[in-house]
């Protein structure tokens, strides 16, 4: 009886390290201030959520140098969901003139970026590295409507997290570009602008 | 004397705008929506409660950029029949009203062109039927506490906002044409107060 018990009692633990290491979590934390573009747009059945800032990792972020990525895509017919976030070359990403910022990255080449997709398998979300590739995106002010926009915001993706404390400037335009292979453009929420101060912390299965 | 009479020409201009801006203010609590469609920023929200009836009301704003360099805009806003807003059920929400049947709702239409110089006409409505229907697409949830200006024209919208909110499908006719936004948000508002001021 006693033995039959400490063999449940393992079991049960052996179930709650499994499901510990299921959902065992990484983060990445940025700070960014001055120019940063985002767009909201659809590609191959996938809705996507581009941000690209100046900016770095928050520890350390010495100063305002420094250039990041995120993203985040729903695939509606397979429900996956990818997160993607790293520091990029400043190269790779134009923004000295606000009415105009563009980005040209191959994620696949950049040092230490995450990119993890995940599908809801099971009662399990299962996740796997990738995908990586060319993200290529013009963003052309349209004047549309100019904002200033003061937000803290949680948000829960699939296994994936966000805080965001956005303190910014910023006007509508018109974006264009290549996601992974496929083209988009959006025009109905893209923002481009200024950071005052904006700090993303995204939280991940590892 | 130079310092002052460029004062009296800065604040002539600004006295005679403020004295012509029309500030409308609305305050919500409960079930709202909230959509992108191409060229228009779409809001429904439940209102506020007067005299135990709830007063939903609807804030748009739409922008073409015309191929003479001008640009056109237009903006909705108004109290709407309680009936025309459902919003009880987190899973979906849906409108359907027509603003030309509602009193007191406030639709303009205005040109603005810089060559050969800047002017601008503007035209009331169009109103008629706008008919959206949401539906929660189960991939974000979110809580967002927002302070947001927005100038669109000669209109600027502030709004406070504490907001519960997931996101949604969106797909209906507006003013005639048909719209689909799949990255709307429906939630709850928990005092989200809007102020829109409009330039004559």
Redesign the interface.
């Known amino acids: 009886m006693r033995g039959m018990l400490q063999a449940t009692l393992a079991v049960a633990l052996l179930l709650l390290i499994q499901q510990s290491a299921a959902y065992a979590q990484s983060s990445s934390t940025y700070n960014a201030s001055g120019a940063y573009a985002e767009s909201?747009f659809?590609v191959n059945n996938s809705?996507v959520t581009l941000f690209a800032a100046r900016g770095c990792v928050a520890n350390p972020c010495a100063t305002n140098s420094g250039t990041f990525i995120y993203l985040?895509a729903?695939n509606?017919d397979t429900h996956m969901?990818t997160q993607g976030d790293g520091v990029i070359p400043d190269s790779a990403f134009q923004a000295n003139n606000l009415q105009h910022m563009s980005l040209i990255v191959d994620t696949s080449q950049v040092p230490g970026f995450h990119t993890l997709t995940c599908g809801f398998v099971s009662g399990v979300w299962n996740c796997s590295n990738g995908p990586f590739g060319v993200m290529q995106a013009d963003w052309q002010a349209?004047d549309?409507?100019?904002?200033?926009?003061?937000?803290?915001?949680?948000?829960?993706?699939?296994p994936f997290t966000a805080k965001t404390h956005t303190d910014r400037k910023s006007t509508?335009g018109l974006a264009t570009g290549t996601f992974l292979g496929t083209a988009f453009s959006d025009?109905?929420?893209t923002t481009l602008g200024t950071n005052k101060a904006h700090s993303s912390s995204i939280n991940r299965p590892q | 004397m130079k310092r002052n009479a460029l004062l009296t020409l800065w604040l002539v201009p600004a006295l005679f705008i403020a004295a012509h801006a029309q500030t409308t203010n609305f305050k919500s609590n409960g079930a709202y929506a909230q959509s992108n469609f191409p060229n228009t920023n779409f809001f429904v929200g439940s209102g506020d409660v007067a005299a135990g009836t709830p007063q939903p009301f609807v804030d748009y704003a739409t922008f073409i950029a015309n191929p003479d360099g001008s640009y056109t805009y237009s903006f909705g806003y108004g109290n709407i029949p309680t009936s025309a807003f459902t919003g009880n059920n987190a899973q979906h929400m849906s409108l359907n009203v027509d603003t030309s049947q509602v009193p007191g709702f406030q639709t303009q239409t205005c040109t603005v062109s810089y060559v050969p110089s800047y002017t601008y006409t503007c035209t009331d409505g169009p109103f008629g039927v706008i008919q959206l229907d949401w539906q929660q697409n189960d991939y974000s949830s979110s809580r967002t506490k927002q302070d947001l200006t927005w100038t669109n024209g000669l209109v600027t919208h502030g709004s406070s906002s504490d907001s519960t909110y997931v996101s949604a499908n969106a797909s209906g006719t507006f003013l005639g044409t048909a719209v689909t936004d799949y990255a709307s948000t429906m939630g709850t508002d928990k005092n989200r107060y809007i102020t829109i001021t409009k330039g004559n």
Do not use: M
Not at chain 1, 148 to 156: F, G, M, P, Q, R
């Open positions: 909201r659809k809705y985040f729903v509606d969901v349209t549309q409507a100019s904002s200033t926009d003061k937000e803290d915001t949680d948000t829960t993706i699939g509508s025009n109905s929420s």
